[in-house]
């Protein structure tokens, strides 16, 4: 329960991940915050870091916990709210030619 006089407050991280490294904000913000105003506080605290730089705050698809959402969702307190990467190829197109290539090698796909 809050006590009186105080404003609900509710806990998240912001999450983003390169190949090599994994960026998280831990942020507290109000009660009924969205999902895009704690991205909004992310980048604030980010600053000017070069790595601020590169993500597309703006454009990158969101989830919670690797479920996609929109924006203008709100998030339950201790979620993790995460920018996705674009993927550089589809992951099932990969396996597929992974197969063929085993094929042609003669082995067994695995």
Excluded: N, S
């Amino acid at each position: 329960m809050t006590p009186p006089g105080t404003a609900a407050r509710k806990r998240c991280v912001v999450a983003w991940a390169t190949r090599e490294e994994q960026y998280l904000w831990e942020l507290e913000l109000p009660a009924d915050a969205t999902i895009a105003m704690a991205l909004e506080a992310a980048r604030a605290a980010c600053g000017a870091a070069a790595v601020c730089q590169l993500i597309p705050w703006e454009a990158a698809p969101v989830g919670v916990f690797g479920e996609p959402r929109e924006r203008h969702q709100q998030f339950a307190d201790g979620e993790r709210i995460e920018l996705y990467r674009p993927l550089a190829t589809d992951p099932r197109e990969r396996r597929r030619a992974r197969v063929r290539e085993q094929r042609k090698a003669g082995g067994r796909p695995r």
